[in-house]
């Protein structure tokens, strides 16, 4: 798929193209065509048949990156090449018995080279060496915590210093707990249902994102206090995708099955929320799941990438979306969108790398990649 212009955006989307067998080489590419000095292009990987994928993360340092699929409690091992980022194997291993439900991947820095995850049947937390020096081995879970306090359905984790941060969608609460002395926790009552939990970066404060609610949960780790912020109905509804990022923590809204709205938000030091909305036609309607920016490091413009996804509807349109900044992060100054080959697959995760941006496909059992080419 070529990586256009708006004006150029619409009359390239919509072509499926059609499926051959095999994780490697690439099984499917979209129609490409020249967009000025740089092309970028979109590409799909079969991975192991699964139920759902979910969860995608990279190793630091490492030509790897890994996968949750949890309808029969996979990891999965995407081998890269360092050079094009290109996926050049695919292998999948059991982690734990099929019905524990593998789901939500965070790469630990506490412990280099290894990764947390979560069992979200088996209410349990994991902490995983992965063996990334070959796609070949299998992953060794080092650790299981159990989840305290009666807390189920361990969703989404994340690693900040000591404590992890979860959330649970089965008892509808936000765990933080001390890995180093998992007697040391806490359980804060959310509503339904917490998804993503993050850190503001200027205040402290810790968001989730509630589904099932349409609002977003406000935490103060020091005091224990906690306070709902309704998505105002005008903005859109179901906050999903939300992640620490520049000046605050940023939000995504998928909206209803009748329709998305194509907008995200950020988060301020007060819990204000600046909102922004897409403003193609592809974009006005977009049902935004998730969303990512750049690695650390990569010389790109201010900007971030957003997800749509068909999760909610058939008739949404799975996209990849680069939406460019001012320097400020005030003003949207362009937005590109890039039609994942595969439509109506529920695109569930992006993972940006330095030269191309992964996404999971939750139904199709496939990773999508967006490449970008030098002319």
């Known amino acids: 798929m070529s990586w256009g212009s708006l004006a150029a955006a619409g009359a390239l989307l919509g072509t499926p193209g059609t499926a051959t067998a095999g994780p490697r080489p690439p099984h499917r590419e979209a129609p490409s065509a020249p967009a000025g000095p740089s ?42 090449d360092p050079r094009t980022e290109q996926v050049t194997a695919v292998k999948a291993f059991p982690l734990g018995s099929s019905d524990a ?30 063996r990334a020096d070959s796609v070949e081995a299998a992953p060794r879970v080092e650790r299981e915590i159990p989840v305290p306090g009666g807390g189920r359905g361990p969703h989404y984790v994340n690693e900040y210093g000591d404590v992890l941060w979860v959330t649970l969608k089965g008892s509808d609460q936000v765990l933080a707990l001390d890995h180093t002395r998992p007697g040391r926790h806490r359980l804060f009552d ?9 850190r503001h970066p200027v205040s402290g404060d810790f968001y ?34 939300l992640i620490s990022g520049p000046g605050g923590v940023w939000l995504v809204l998928l909206g209803t099955a009748q329709a998305g709205t194509g907008t995200f938000g950020r988060i301020d030091a007060d819990g204000r929320i600046a909102w922004h909305r897409l403003g193609s036609p592809l974009g006005r309607s977009a049902s935004l799941l998730h969303l990512a920016f750049d690695p650390p490091g990569t010389a790109r413009e201010p900007g971030l990438w957003l997800l749509a996804s068909s999760i909610v509807s058939e008739q949404a349109r799975d996209l990849i979306i680069r939406v460019r900044f001012d320097p400020s992060w005030t003003r949207i100054t362009r937005e590109e ?35 970008h080419t030098e002319e």
Request: aromatic share 2%; charged share 20%; hydrophobic share 40%.
């Open 208 to 241: 989730v994102s509630q589904d099932g609610a349409s609002s977003l949960l406000r935490i103060d780790p020091r005091t224990g206090r906690t306070a709902q912020i309704p998505v105002p109905a005008e903005q859109g509804s179901t906050p999903v995708g």
């Open 190 to 198: 959310a509503k339904p249902h917490p998804i993503f939990a993050a």
């Open 101 to 130: 439900m593998l789901h939500g991947l965070a790469v630990s820095s506490c412990h280099p080279g290894r990764i947390w995850a979560t069992h979200e049947g088996a209410d349990r937390l994991l902490l995983v060496d992965p």
């Open 39 to 80: 092309r970028r292009t979109v590409v799909e990987y079969e991975l192991p048949p699964a139920g759902e994928t979910h969860e995608i993360v990279r190793l630091p340092d490492r030509p790897m990156a890994l996968v949750s699929q949890m309808s029969n409690s996979r990891l999965v091992k995407l081998g890269m």
């Open 337 to 371: 969108y890039a039609a994942l080959p595969t439509q109506s697959c529920k695109a569930h995760r992006l993972l940006p790398l330095e030269r191309s941006v992964l996404a999971t496909e939750l139904t199709g059992a496939r990773v999508a990649q967006l490449i």
